[in-house]
């Protein structure tokens, strides 16, 4: 393998690492693994609950997921098409599913890297530069950044180990 390939390869499996692993940060679901009780409360001063936040995750992973993916993908309105309306799901089911939807759509993304011929730096043809490597750490520093919200969440509500 040539040293670009090589590099490449490891490039694609520390993007891996990153989406799936955590790194230098606790993994969503260590974040979220907590009474389903609490998934919906608001602790003072706080404009969001954890639902709200696992869901903005949710929504915006798979957005960048159809970005990358789809050149005829359009994306929600922001802000409002990227945060539910809901406070709380409407039953554990749907929250247990929608953790259950942003494992898929990051091991789809994985897919994405991974796949034949992937190109990690040309831009895609259709947006404004971005290429598939920005997309991978946008998707790792969008949602690190709310699992530490998730986590001061959870310590407000003496939810957190």
Do not use: C
């Amino acid at each position: 393998m040539s040293q670009t390939g090589q590099s490449a390869k490891s490039i694609i499996q520390q993007l891996t690492e990153l989406l799936t692993g955590g790194n230098a940060h606790v993994t969503l679901e260590d974040a979220t693994n907590m009474s389903f009780e609490n998934v919906s409360k608001k602790p003072d001063n706080l404009p969001y609950s954890i639902w709200q936040l696992v869901e903005h995750i949710r929504i915006s992973q798979w957005d960048i997921l159809e970005f990358s993916r789809d050149p005829k993908y359009q994306s929600p309105e922001w802000p409002t098409g990227y945060w539910p309306k809901e406070e709380a799901p409407a039953d554990e089911k749907e929250w247990k599913n929608t953790l259950e939807q942003i494992k898929k759509d990051r091991e789809e993304f994985v897919e994405l890297l991974n796949a034949p011929g992937a190109d990690l730096y040309t831009p895609f043809p259709h947006g404004s530069g971005q290429n598939l490597l920005r997309e991978a750490l946008l998707i790792a520093d969008h949602t690190s950044y709310h699992l530490g919200q998730i986590i001061i969440v959870r310590r407000l509500l003496n939810d957190w180990k």
